[in-house]
T-cell receptor
Framework: GNSVTQMEGPVTLSEEAFLTINCTYTATGYPSLFWYVQYPGEGLQLLLKATKADDKGSNKGFEATYRKETTSFHLEKGSVQVSDSAVYFCALSWGGGADGLTFGKGTHLIIQP | NAGVTQTPKFQVLKTGQSMTLQCAQDMNHNSMYWYRQDPGMGLRLIYYSASEGTTDKGEVPNGYNVSRLNKREFSLRLESAAPSQTSVYFC????????????FGPGTRLLVL
């Protein structure tokens, strides 16, 4: 079946540090890949996405590249801010059925001033 | 444009009681979803409706039923609540079924005593 594995936190960084959150996946078919972010007390919201191999998604200084050869979609940001503190979810979707919608367990990111 | 709305925001139930969680979207989306979020488990799909008039089981459907009332509304019913159903429930929608971005509601926090 499909699965998403992401590093579990919490991940604690200082402001302006470089961020990488690893995400790898297993999927049949050719899924779209997503990063969602959840701020405290809120629902998830899309951060970025990529729909095919070698696509790069980017938003708010975050980037992730769809790597089919390594089945990865790592999230990066060059300089994090306190406001980036949140839980980040990697996810895949390919529409083949219920197991075509799969989320990782989430990575809690804490940025200290 | 409210997006995805959920009611109630918070509910306490006793074991054996029943309740219905309501979800509505105003984006004219075809597909809707119910997830539960538990610590360390990420999001798990309970049921989904790929289009109006259809519903299908997700990863964890036991103890739940759903109704796609119309294109806008998708409700989740707990017939006889159990403490294991204590969780945060999220409704989401997407334009179509498949590789699309999902838009999430703010969640319902449910406590079953």
């Amino acid at each position: 079946g499909n699965s998403v594995t992401q590093m579990e936190g919490p991940v604690t960084l200082s402001e302006e540090a470089f961020l990488t959150i690893n995400c790898t996946y297993t999927a049949t078919g050719y899924p779209s890949l997503f990063w969602y972010v959840q701020y405290p007390g809120e629902g998830l919201q899309l951060l970025l996405k990529a729909t095919k191999a070698d696509d790069k998604g980017s938003n708010k200084g975050f980037e992730a590249t769809y790597r089919k050869e390594t089945t990865s979609f790592h999230l990066e940001k060059g300089s994090v801010q306190v406001s980036d503190s949140a839980v980040y979810f990697c996810a895949l979707s390919w529409g083949g059925g219920a197991d075509g919608l799969t989320f990782g367990k989430g990575t809690h990111l804490i940025i200290q001033p | 444009n409210a997006g995805v709305t959920q009611t109630p925001k918070f509910q306490v139930l006793k074991t054996g009681q029943s309740m219905t969680l309501q979800c509505a979207q105003d984006m004219n989306h075809n597909s809707m979803y119910w997830y539960r979020q538990d610590p360390g488990m990420g999001l798990r799909l309970i049921y989904y409706s790929a289009s109006e008039g259809t519903t299908d089981k997700g990863e964890v459907p036991n103890g739940y039923n759903v109704s796609r009332l119309n294109k806008r509304e998708f409700s989740l019913r707990l017939e006889s609540a159990a403490p294991s159903q204590t969780s945060v429930y999220f409704c989401a929608s997407s334009e179509v079924w498949g590789k699309e971005t999902q838009y999430f509601g703010p969640g319902t926090r449910l406590l079953v005593l």
